[in-house]
């Protein structure tokens, strides 16, 4: 399985990667505490390369965002550049990393604080409010513990949507993910990833806002209303994947009982989820968008704790990407 992984992800850098500079003093701080705290290259994959027009869909799904990251290292790896990423969930956070260009990023966080409860547990819901620890994983760890590469992600020829879902109207909010500041778009990260009952509600411009799964799990509508010609879809379940009715809707319906729009779109999640896995199926087939999706039953749930399960789930999206890269090259150059 190792010979799957990419190289950098087990050396690390000579020193962290630059800090956004409202975080300038925290991250160097961190740096100087721990000079190899980083395993990531000092410089983003992405530079002094170009960036193809290429729209990339990434499902989320949590923890099974492992998937992702690995096919999004092999991307990475190869020279793979697309310039529009459109994220949901586990997915914008997948594609934050694509767009910083840091190789392993994902994988080495999601391997590191698996077992950290702060990071992504029930516990952290209990003592936050939040199963995602929003001030531990938006904040301490990207601007302290692992120092995210800010100055590359605003300087990257690459840009990211992020999708959530708005109560109120019961409809996806694409949002476009240029500053990561408290007060900017970083709230419309941390929404696409609020998943329901576990997460509060963040409110940012006016809106309440909840993970986009509930109402555009896999955007690949939107990605086509872009008027691009090219689309490749990470998907998140393999092919035989069936989600069925929410087990929980009597508890999200006394949860949401203000929002009915968002309650509508719940209660049918399932009966929108499966329609939109065949339309991509159909549309991969005909050669109009490129899918790379699991090949076997994904057995990771969403807060996975066991590291090697989530390491060989990384090994599979690795693998997958590399399987599928010959047809990927010729689809693109169509």
Known sequence: MNETLPSEQHNAAERA?????????????????????????????????????????????????????????????????????????AGALNGYCYVSGEIGRTCFLNMKYCNDPRYLSMKSFVHTGNACGREFAFHEVPEKLDPFDF????????TLTAVSSDLELGEADYHAVRDLGRDADLPYLIASSSMPLVSQIVEVDGKKLLDGGTCDS???????????KKHIVVLTQDATYEKGPNKLMPVLSQMYADFPHYLERLRYRHVE???????????????????????????????????DKLL???????AEAARTWDDLQEYLAK
């Open 17 to 89: 990667v630059p800090p956004h500079p409202e975080h300038a003093s925290d991250a160097e701080s961190a740096r100087q505490a721990n000079p190899a705290s980083s395993p990531f290259a000092s410089k983003p994959a992405w530079e002094g390369k170009e960036a193809v027009p290429v729209n990339l869909v990434l499902e989320g799904g949590a923890m099974r965002g492992q998937f992702t990251a690995g096919v999004l290292d092999y991307f990475l790896e190869h020279g793979l550049f697309c310039d529009q990423v459109i994220g949901v969930s």
């Open 273 to 307: 989820y499966n329609r939109t896995y065949r339309q991509v199926a159909r549309m991969h087939e005909a050669g109009e968008v490129f899918a790379i999706q699991p090949q076997c039953p994904v057995e990771v749930h969403s807060m996975e704790h066991d590291q």
């Open 151 to 158: 100055q590359a992600f605003a300087n990257s020829p690459i």
């Open 218 to 228: 896999v955007p690949i509508t939107y990605s086509l209303l872009t008027g691009r």
């Open 312 to 318: 060989d789930l990384y090994a599979q999206g690795y």
